[in-house]
């Protein structure tokens, strides 16, 4: 699973696009129990999300220009600049090319081979999330893909990802590791999009799982704050508790709680 022992293409950060920076922080203060801090004009107001005092996710506002509010998954990179090059040879496209974050890191937005948007984070002083696998936090990431052999083609020649195939009733789920660690730092599922209907409205995405420790009291508190349950809950056995969501003001993401032992 998920760790903060951060290696090239594990997921280091998450953030949020959002029309309306106070009511989502307000929404995800009743769902997660985040603080949210927002940053000065020297980062245009880009924020952090916090648990306990721990970095959870990144927020910022966009106008509809811009793009719809949305959840964007961020993955660790040595070389940002090396990384653009890589990822129009394997037949992707840069979104923005990459640019430094004060001494804190350098950042550059991608859409990959099948049209998923995706970013990367070049480390500096913010190494990536203080807080994962835990509740609250960041647990898991899915790829909504229109082809997951040519997706696990695209980020194993970009990131140097592993696969293994995991068969369960109705098909076989695709999960990734870093190619530097094991299966058992599994951070993440690759799935066919035409196999989603809940995630086909969208197209091809990458979505982000919080852990939960009572799934049930945060879809029921979500939906109470004017969040919409876009998919509701659902128990694999072995594995735990799931349900797809989306806040107030249309950005999607999912939660998880794991199976006890």
Do not use: C, H
């Not at 919080?210 to 919409?228: K, L, M, N, P, S």
């Amino acid at each position: 699973m998920l760790s903060t022992r951060y290696v090239t293409g594990s997921p280091v950060w998450v953030d949020l696009g959002t029309t309306d920076m106070d009511g989502a922080a307000a929404f995800y203060r009743g769902v997660f129990g985040w603080d949210f801090a927002k940053g000065g004009e020297e980062v245009g107001g880009y924020g952090t999300f916090r648990l306990d005092g721990k970095a959870v996710a990144g927020g910022m506002t966009v106008t509809p220009e811009t793009g719809a509010p949305a959840w964007s998954v961020y993955f660790r990179t040595p070389d940002a600049d090396a990384t653009a090059k890589q990822v129009e040879q394997a037949g992707g496209s840069t979104a923005w090319e990459p640019v430094d974050v004060l001494d804190l890191g350098r950042s550059a937005g991608f859409t990959d081979s099948g049209g998923a948007p995706f970013s990367v984070w070049q480390p500096g002083r913010n190494k990536g999330l203080d807080l994962v696998d835990a509740p609250g936090s960041l647990v898991w990431t899915e790829l909504y893909a229109p082809d997951v052999t040519a997706a696990a083609s695209f980020y194993g020649t970009v990131f140097g990802w592993q696969t293994l195939g995991q068969d369960f009733e109705g098909g076989t789920y695709t999960m990734v590791y870093p190619g530097e660690g094991t299966p058992d730092d599994m951070f993440g599922g690759l799935w066919p999009l035409d196999q989603d209907p809940v995630e086909q409205e969208a197209g091809a995405s990458w979505m982000p799982y919080f852990q939960v420790e009572d799934i049930d009291a945060v879809v029921a508190q979500a939906r109470a704050t004017g969040g919409a349950v876009r998919a509701e809950r659902m128990d694999l056995k072995d594995v735990g508790a799931f349900a797809k969501l989306a806040d107030p003001y249309g950005a999607r993401f999912a939660l998880m709680q794991p199976e006890r032992p």
